[in-house]
Every structure is written in C-alpha cells, then in structure tokens.
C-alpha cells in the first residue's frame, strides 16, 4: 500500500523558534520526494524538494534517509506567516505523487 | 509562471446531477491530474493524464470520469453526484520535459452535492 505518514499536530511554537517535521513513506521505489505548503482554503504549493544529499533554501532545511525512508523538514526563525499545513510528498509511478495528509504549523506572536 | 485555473471555485448541486468541472494550464504540461481533499483523509487522486486523450485512474475512480481532449484542458464529471463527493476539488499539471514531477495546482473547486 502506497503511503506517506506525517504526525498531523498541530505544532503551535513562538515566533523565532525552530520547529521540526518528520514524514515516513512505505514505498522504497519512490525516486522524488518534495514539501508542499498549504495555507487554509488555499491549494498546495511546491515549499522545496528534497534531495539525498540534503538541501537548504533560507531559513528552511530539508533531509532525506532513504535506507529508513524518513524526510524531515525544518524551519528556523519561525514567522507568523509560516503558519500553515505541510504536506510531505512522495513520487509513486509514472508522475504521480502520494501526498501525505499534512503537518499544521501555527506560529504565535 | 505556472497557471492551472479551474471553472469554478463554489458549486452547488443536486443529488443526480450531472457535473462538470473544468481545469486549464497554461504552461503546455503533458501531465494534468485530478485530486479530491477531504479532512482527516488528505488529497487522494482521481484520475490523470499523460497525453491527449489518455486517462489512467487514480486510488478512487469509482464515480468519476474524464476528458481530455486537448492538451491544456481536462475535465472531470460525475455522471450522477452523490452527497459522498462533496469535496475540495484540485487540479495539478506537471511535465516530464524537466525531469521533475513537481504538480502545480488551480485554486480548486469546492463542491456541495444536496
């Protein structure tokens, strides 16, 4: 069975923190693995995809163990405006994504 | 820029009717999909296409189906709503010409079946 496991939260942290986010997927084939953001009664966005080796864009990290298929995301210097849902996702075949049902980050003043 | 637009953003329909709700992208994908997102269970596929006039399923097919008959546009119907597919409705396209499968969304449609 194709599935991506995030702990849905919510995670509620102070402006500044750092606040971290894990995802499991079942399928060891999976070759793509991405983190969306969703804001309420919006649609998902491509936050970042994530790469073996690691990667970074600002003030966001995002890692990736295939030999436990484990993908973490973490945020440092939490703003207001992060407050939203965080979908882990994975690639599953031809061009499809397993969207895991998302993480929900409120950041408080 | 990426744009997906979809036809409407609220319907509201009646049990039996039949709907059609449109998607269009404006960046000459060959991937367009078709999402459902309901609380507690996330976005769960449909159907895709890679292709002008292919379709494959998704996880949840059943009461569903699709058109695609030119490459920007592709359609879902449901022959005959039901008040089990009152949903956020989301469209995504993706290409393969870069290698990514990253999906850009529509702003979805959120459907009321009465």
């Known amino acids: 069975r194709k599935e991506v496991e995030q702990d849905p939260g919510p995670f509620n942290v102070p402006e500044g923190a750092t606040v971290a986010f894990n995802c499991t997927y079942s399928n060891s084939a999976s070759q793509s693995f991405f983190w969306y953001r969703q804001d309420c009664r919006k649609e998902p966005k491509l936050l970042m995809s994530?790469?073996?080796s690691g990667n970074e864009d600002g003030r966001f990290t995002a890692q990736l163990n295939r030999a436990s298929q484990y993908i973490s995301l973490l945020i440092r210097d939490s703003k207001l405006s992060d407050s939203a849902t965080y979908l882990c996702v994975v690639n599953t075949g031809y061009s499809t994504l397993t969207f895991g049902k998302g993480t929900m980050l409120l950041v408080s003043p | 820029d990426v744009k997906v637009t979809q036809s409407s953003r609220y319907l509201v329909k009646r049990t039996g009717e039949k709907v059609f709700l449109e998607c269009v992208q404006d960046m000459d994908h060959e991937n367009m999909f078709w999402y459902r997102q309901d609380p507690g269970l996330g976005l769960r596929l449909i159907y895709f296409s890679y292709d002008v006039k292919m379709k494959e399923k998704g996880d949840i097919p059943e009461g569903y189906s699709v058109s695609r008959e030119k490459k920007e546009r592709f359609s879902l119907i449901l022959e005959s709503a039901s008040t089990n597919q009152t949903s956020m409705y989301l469209c995504?396209?993706?290409?393969?010409?870069?290698?990514?499968?990253?999906?850009?969304f529509g702003p979805g449609t959120r459907l009321t079946v009465l």
């Open positions: 995504a396209s993706s290409t393969i010409t870069r290698k990514t499968d990253t999906q850009y």
């Open positions: 994530v790469y073996s």
